[in-house]
């Protein structure tokens, strides 16, 4: 079986443009890990393409895209020869809707939520409100204009259509106009950071590690500075919480990341990642099994299989290199 994994950071997605150390740092141990993961199945190969100006990943068979070229049709093509796609890329600005309906024209099997699910994770705003409309705990969403008198602070104001902490800051007091366009406002709550990652298809959801989230705090704004994949026990208050949100949003499939704050009071849900996150360089070793061992069905034909008996997670940092 051939695959071809493409993430948009490292693979040619911002030619010439430049990038922050750590989204190159994130998207090149995404994609090295899984392209690891997938090799070490019987009979997967893997193709890929890398920005020229980072280095080749370790494994796998990479295309080196330069200035000038046309990164798009370079996917294409190789989404059309190839038996499944994997692409890992941010849902901000549509740039992961748009490249799973590029694959999903060319490919069969593309291991992706459904477009639209993308588009809607892609929006704080909607995505607190499907789950809230599905009885899922969130935390409080508003559009800015739209804060209520009696909400208490501090704050949290952020793009509406954003990826992980850019463009994050917190606020003690309520924000005066003019306000930023498109941003939202949420609580800060209480608890702990921390992120669930779970395997999903058609509503069946299985959680397999709960991690805790490493944010820094300084100058107004909140900095993701690595998770420990594994770090907290999976009981049957996380189990159900996820299983909430993989029904209340049925187009996502595959890995996916879900960030919310442990509080006193249980799970409060704050975004879905509807893609790899961080967490899935852990993973491996957080389980002791190769995660994509038993997702062989599901890279195959879609089907979500039945999980075999897994030990606890164990603690595996992850600090991504800037």
């Given at each position: 079986?051939?695959?071809?994994?493409?993430?948009?950071?490292?693979?040619?997605?911002?030619?010439?443009?430049?990038?922050?150390?750590?989204?190159?740092?994130?998207?090149?141990?995404?994609?090295?890990?899984?392209?690891?993961?997938?090799?070490?199945?019987?009979?997967?190969?893997?193709?890929?393409?890398?920005?020229?100006?980072?280095?080749?990943?370790?494994?796998?068979?990479?295309?080196?895209?330069?200035?000038?070229?046309?990164?798009?049709?370079?996917?294409?093509?190789?989404?059309?020869?190839?038996?499944?796609c994997w692409p890992i890329a941010p849902e901000s600005a549509g740039v992961l809707e748009r490249l799973v309906r590029d694959l999903r024209a060319q490919c069969r099997r593309v291991v992706a939520p459904e477009p639209e699910t993308i588009a809607l994770c892609a929006s704080k705003l909607e995505t607190a409100r499907v789950l809230e409309q599905a009885g899922v705990k969130v935390v409080p969403t508003w559009p800015l204009d739209a804060l209520p008198a009696e909400a208490p602070?501090?704050?949290?104001?952020?793009?509406?259509?954003?990826?992980g902490g850019v463009g994050l800051r917190v606020v003690d007091q309520r924000p005066t106009p003019p306000y930023p366009p498109a941003h939202v406002i949420q609580p800060l709550v209480a608890g702990e950071a921390a992120s669930l990652t779970l395997l999903c298809q058609n509503g069946?959801?299985?959680?397999?590690?709960?991690?805790?989230?490493?944010?820094?705090?300084?100058?107004?704004?909140?900095?993701?500075?690595?998770?420990?994949?594994?770090?907290?026990?999976?009981?049957?208050?996380?189990r159900s919480f996820g299983e909430s949100i993989g029904a209340a949003l049925p187009g996502l499939h595959g890995l996916i990341g879900v960030d919310y704050i442990a509080t006193a009071d249980g799970p409060v849900a704050v975004e879905v990642n509807p893609r790899l996150t961080t967490s899935y360089a852990g993973l491996r070793r957080s389980l002791a099994v190769n995660p994509l061992a038993f997702m062989s069905e599901f890279i195959r034909d879609g089907a979500v299989p039945d999980l075999p008996h897994l030990p606890p997670a164990l603690p595996i940092d992850i600090v991504p290199e800037e």
């Open positions: 079986m051939l695959v071809f994994v493409v993430e948009t950071v490292t693979g040619g997605g911002a030619l010439g443009a430049e990038l922050p150390a750590s989204l190159i740092a994130e998207g090149a141990l995404m994609r090295d890990t899984l392209i690891g993961d997938l090799e070490d199945l019987p009979g997967v190969r893997v193709v890929t393409t890398h920005d020229a100006r980072f280095p080749a990943p370790p494994r796998g068979t990479s295309t080196a895209l330069r200035l000038g070229d046309d990164p798009a049709s370079v996917w294409r093509l190789m989404a059309r020869e190839a038996d499944c602070g501090p704050f949290v104001v952020k793009p509406d259509d954003g990826t069946r959801t299985h959680v397999l590690t709960a991690n805790r989230q490493h944010i820094a705090r300084g100058d107004g704004r909140l900095r993701f500075t690595g998770v420990t994949v594994g770090a907290l026990p999976v009981d049957d208050a996380l």
